[in-house]
C-alpha cells in the first residue's frame, strides 16, 4: 500500500493549535509511554471510523505487534485519567522513521495531546519523519503534508538506514 502523495509530518514542523497548547498545559492526563501498547492496539481496534468498513486491526495483526513490541520496534503513548486509559496511539519504529499507525480517544482530546507528546518524544529520539499514510484534516491540523510518494520513497531510504 503506497499511495501518491504520501501524507507525511516531519517532527521539527508539528503545529499545535492554541486551544489544544491550553488543554494541555492544564494537563488533564497523565501521559505514559510504552505502558499498555496492547490495550492501546485493542482500543484502536474497537474505534468506529466514519467511512471505514471495519478495521485491519485484528487479534493477528495485535499479536504481530506485540512481538514486534517486545523486541522494541514500536512505540504507544498513552493518555490516562483516574488511572484508566482514555486516549493514545501507536506505531512502529525504524531507523529514524516512525509509522504512525493509529490513535483512539473515550474523552475529548486525549488523542491529541497523547500525539503532541509521542511527536516531542520523536524528536528527542532523532525521528526524521511519521509516515501519517493518509490525509485527514486532524493530521493536517497538527502541520502533516503531503509529499509525492518518490520524494517519500526516497527519504524513506535514508532515514530506514540510519
Not at 41 to 66: F, H, L, V
Not at 88 to 117: D, L, P, Q, T, W
Not at 131 to 155: H, K, V, W, Y
Request: glycine residues 6%; positive net charge.
Amino acid at each position: 500500500w503506497s499511495p501518491d502523495p504520501r501524507m507525511v509530518l516531519f517532527p521539527d514542523e508539528l503545529k499545535v493549535q492554541k486551544s489544544l497548547k491550553k488543554t494541555i498545559q492544564k494537563q488533564p492526563f497523565e501521559i505514559r509511554i510504552n505502558t499498555a501498547f496492547k490495550q492501546v492496539m485493542e482500543a484502536c481496534s474497537q474505534t468506529p471510523r466514519p467511512d471505514q468498513d471495519g478495521t485491519w486491526i485484528n487479534q493477528k495483526m495485535i499479536q504481530a505487534y506485540c512481538q514486534l513490541h517486545e523486541i522494541g520496534h514500536t512505540i504507544s503513548v498513552e493518555s490516562w485519567q483516574n488511572n484508566q486509559l482514555v486516549g493514545g496511539c501507536y506505531g512502529v519504529r525504524i531507523g529514524r522513521m516512525f509509522y504512525g499507525e493509529s490513535m483512539f480517544h473515550h474523552v475529548s482530546n486525549a488523542s491529541k495531546v497523547a500525539f503532541v507528546h509521542l511527536v516531542q518524544y520523536l524528536q528527542s529520539q532523532g525521528i526524521g519523519m511519521i509516515d501519517c499514510q493518509m490525509n485527514t484534516p486532524l493530521l493536517a491540523s497538527f502541520g502533516a503534508r503531503e509529499i509525492p510518494r518518490n520524494t517519500f520513497i526516497d527519504l524513506l531510504s535514508r532515514l530506514v538506514n540510519t
